[in-house]
């Protein structure tokens, strides 16, 4: 007896399992989700993304800012989406210039010194959506870091760049293609 018991409660496990399997398989199968890690939200129409060179038109320029913001703004589009880069005609076109780069005192002292300094970046960016121009943009933005008076601006701008950098493609990113 026990041994037909032990049967019958085998033969409704497997009967369970399987039909567990046979529901997460249509399921899985019938529901297609378009979900991101980064939060983006783009079309499935959309393939590829055209991300134009982002010319130093600051009245203070750095010779290697625009490449290294351009190259942040590829290198993140391409690793945190499927689009495929393209040099020009991308579904998606991004394009732009570095309007601003301005180091301004902060946090003045009672010696009238400033304690901190501000290091701001701004950039204009105009966005193209060639399969739905509603979301088509033009804007500017403009992120910063301080950093201590007392240190020379050459001995940090590369650090403080990076992270403006950084905080600027951010920007750029949710306003392009995270639709919240």
Known sequence: MKDSFRKYLNE???KKNSLLVLVSAL???SCRVNYSF????ISPNVKTVTIQYFPNQAP???PDLSRSLTDAIRDYFTSQTNLVLLDRGGDLVI???ITGYAVQPIAIQGNETAAMNRLTITVNVKFTNRTNEKQNFETSFSRYQDYQSTLPLITVQDVLIKEINDQLVQDIFNKSVVNW
């Open 95 to 97: 394009e732009g210039a």
């Open 60 to 62: 203070l320029v750095v």
């Open 27 to 29: 399921l899985l199968f």
């Open 12 to 14: 409704c496990s497997i």
């Open 38 to 41: 980064t939060g983006a939200s």
